[in-house]
């Protein structure tokens, strides 16, 4: 039956039917290869920072635990895959992050790995040390005595000023509140701009 096919087709004919059909299957598994295992990677860069890169730090349960610099508008479903997790990250409940949530500058990646070798994922703030090396700025509501210390231009006068000004106030609604302090007027304030601000503003 088959040779009779083949006779009624010609060479060219059939040579052509057989390419199609291997065709339709090897295509689809080409796809699938590349992208699972050579699709390019997020752009990440591990070295020294760069203008306009957002700094994030992983660590936990993971090999490649350090700062990366990131360019803007990669997710986090780009950086598990970089890690080589992305398949093992398993959500614990609602209120684990998604995925596609863009990377924000200055945060913290810290992955869990359990016994059933399923990775859990939580984002966090970078300590507020690491990110004043880094140049960004800290949060002045959450900042403890010992960080706000460690930023220029303020000692720890002046940080037990700014916590007891915070604590009598409920929080700062914008950086310009710090001038109520003693001693923080506005060219003090605009140094401390570059290190200081209130989240949500």
Known sequence: MKRGIR????DSQWHGA???????LV??????FY???IRPAPVILS??????????????DVEQKGIYFIRRG???SDLLSMLGIGRSYQARDASSPDLSMPLDDGIRIHVTTGNSQRSSIAVERMAASKRLALSRPIDVNRASLEELILVPGIGEKTALKIIAARNRSGGFRR???LMKIKGIKRKRL??????LYVEGV
């Open 47 to 60: 070295g020294l920072p760069a203008e306009g890169c957002l700094a994030v730090e992983v660590d936990g």
């Open 7 to 10: 006779n009624n087709l010609g």
């Open 35 to 37: 992208q699972e295992h």
């Open 18 to 24: 057989v390419l199609v059909a291997l065709s339709a």
């Open 74 to 76: 990669q997710r986090l």
């Open 175 to 177: 950086l310009e509140d």
């Open 190 to 195: 605009a140094r401390l701009k570059t290190y």
């Open 27 to 32: 295509i689809p598994a080409l796809i699938h």
